[in-house]
């Protein structure tokens, strides 16, 4: 399943360093979402956009910040992690908000 | 606080038994009851419900929401080594673009 695909699958970073997720979807939707996937916790959602606005933070540390420069394409930043954001990032994508989403294989992000 | 539990967390059955996998949800404006099948990594869509008695099938997968007491049944009939995965429920709301999900169903198909 290539329609959502994101880069690097998985990422080992320290405490101190910066690096991106990056989503990409080929699907010709309009929302894209990020996601995080803790062990034996429920999917969390982060943020949403639509039509490259953002509409929804769901209260997430400033740690991460995300960029979406057109609809197709969707980026995490990523800067100063704490150990406990280690997790798998998910992309997704919708046609329109509130419409059935569509995933991505996730980032496999480790902080040391 | 918007709910959605699943149960059980964990089920194992041998090939070729019936599992009924259960979401029930305690929300504000509901919108939708989705279900997802996860392998791996990536969450694949199975079903998205939103009217109550209207069973959704898909080969040998299909779903129900009732509406009047809160949840949601999947079926999976003449299980496969293949169906072991998570399943995961979800809710979407009106008026927002959130998707809220449950702990998941652990799901083992022994050969």
């Known amino acids: 399943e290539t329609g959502v695909t994101q880069t690097p699958r998985h990422l080992v970073m320290g405490m101190t360093n910066k690096k991106s997720l990056k989503c990409e979807q080929h699907?010709?939707?309009?929302?894209m979402y990020w996601y995080k996937q803790s062990a034996k916790k429920p999917l969390e959602l982060m943020f949403v956009?639509?039509?490259?606005?953002?509409?929804e933070n769901n209260s997430v540390p400033s740690r991460f910040s995300p960029e979406c420069p057109n609809s197709s394409h969707l980026f995490l930043h990523l800067h100063t992690l704490q150990p406990e954001d280690s997790a798998l990032y998910l992309c997704?994508?919708?046609?329109?908000?509130?419409?059935?989403?569509?995933f991505g294989p996730g980032t496999r992000l480790t902080v040391t | 606080e918007d709910k959605v539990v699943q149960s059980p967390l964990s089920l194992v059955v041998h090939e070729g038994d019936t599992v009924t996998l259960n979401c029930s949800y305690e929300?504000?404006?509901?919108?939708?009851l989705l279900w997802y099948k996860q392998e791996k990594k990536a969450p694949t869509f199975l079903f998205m419900l939103?009217?109550?008695?209207i069973e959704k099938k898909s080969g040998r997968l299909s779903s129900i929401l009732d509406k009047k007491e809160l949840f949601s049944i999947l079926n999976i009939t003449a299980t496969q080594t293949g169906d072991s995965a998570i399943y995961l429920c979800?809710?979407?709301?009106?008026?927002?673009?959130?998707?809220?999900f449950g702990q998941g169903t652990r799901l083992t198909i022994n050969p």
């Open positions: 997704a994508s919708s046609q329109r908000l509130g419409n059935e989403q569509y």
């Open positions: 699907l010709g939707h309009n929302a």
């Open positions: 956009y639509n039509f490259k606005e953002q509409t």
């Open positions: 939103t009217s109550s008695g």
């Open positions: 979800a809710v979407g709301f009106q008026g927002a673009q959130k998707l809220v």
């Open positions: 929300v504000t404006n509901f919108r939708s």
